[in-house]
């Protein structure tokens, strides 16, 4: 049986109740997407999980088709010889595709979520957590980082991928690892923020690349309020970014700010049509909205 640590549910006013897609490349029945699920219905949200069968790290905005399966799913969370979609029978919230992470987030987009919120749409869609960061040049790679540019570009839905640095993938009915739990809380932390300010909650055309720091088995960066989150660029290309902590026009780089001594968490904004980094009039408009979550490094 998977042993889980109880998360405070949040009372949250109506207006930042939101109606969420949420996707990964690891699959659906890993530990890590399965906690930020429960994390974000905990906190008021409505999610609806659409995520591949099994996992498909690395392949970055491959689209096909879903398929009729002949195996069972990850961990075999679903039989073999099964349909291309489908759902856990205890929760129609939770939905696996038999396919690729965009082709997932696509059909949660366009399938699940008429179905489950109807004429008000959806609000955010969400990737990950990852296991394993999504820095630099992988985010080009990453499935979960497709999704999330896949949700801008196509669906025009803003968008956050989430990623952490420590663990394996491990079977939703497995003991749930304590680094599942922190890192679902923490993107939970970076949700309530995003929305916090209104509408729109992402400049256009714009998502967020967010990595979590190592959680180490003797507790370091074990709690929420031991990170710190930082603005930062994806690659280390020439190009002039907003001022803040004295950067003087030069944001630190996902890899500085995850290999930097501490708790320190990266938050990026890239543009989902070629998932570069925006310019710094984006940034700018992320920084403001984000203030009270955002800090320096030493």
């Known amino acids: 049986m998977r042993l889980s640590l109880t998360l405070p549910a949040l009372a949250l006013p109506l207006a930042t109740a939101l109606n969420i897609v949420s996707s990964n490349d690891d699959g659906w029945a890993v530990s890590n997407v399965r906690a930020l699920h429960d994390a974000l219905t905990e906190a008021g949200h409505k999610v609806v999980l659409s995520a591949p069968a099994e996992n498909q790290s690395g392949t970055g ?66 990737a990950g957590p990852n296991v394993g960061s999504n820095i630099g040049l992988s985010v080009f790679i990453s499935g979960t ?34 680094y599942s739990d922190v890192y679902a809380k923490l993107a939970s932390k970076v949700t309530t923020a995003v929305v916090g300010a209104g509408k729109p909650y992402l400049p256009e055309g714009a998502f967020l690349n967010v990595n979590f720091p190592a959680v180490g088995d003797d507790g370091s960066c074990g709690k929420v309020e031991d990170v710190t989150f930082v603005l930062s660029r994806i690659l280390g290309t020439v190009g002039e970014d907003v001022e803040t902590c004295g950067s003087k026009k030069r944001l630190p780089t996902e890899g500085s700010v995850i290999r930097t001594e501490g708790c320190y968490a990266s938050v990026s904004v890239g543009m989902a049509e070629n998932k570069l980094d925006a310019n710094a009039t984006v ?4 920084l403001g909205r984000l203030q009270g979550l955002l800090g320096c490094l030493p």
């Open 145 to 178: 980082v497709g999704a999330a540019s896949y949700a801008v570009k196509e669906a025009h839905v803003p968008a956050i991928a989430f990623s952490g640095k420590t663990g394996d993938p491990t079977a939703w009915n497995d003991t749930r690892p304590a």
């Open 61 to 126: 905005s491959l689209d096909i088709a879903p398929k009729d399966r002949s195996k069972p799913c990850q961990f075999n969370s679903c039989p073999a010889n099964g349909p291309p979609t489908g759902h856990d029978p205890a929760n129609p919230l939770l939905n696996y595709v038999n396919s690729y992470p965009v082709t997932s987030m696509k059909h949660g987009l366009q399938t699940l979520a008429p179905q489950f919120f109807g004429e008000q749409g959806t609000d955010l869609a969400v």
């Open 283 to 286: 940034q700018g408009v992320v």
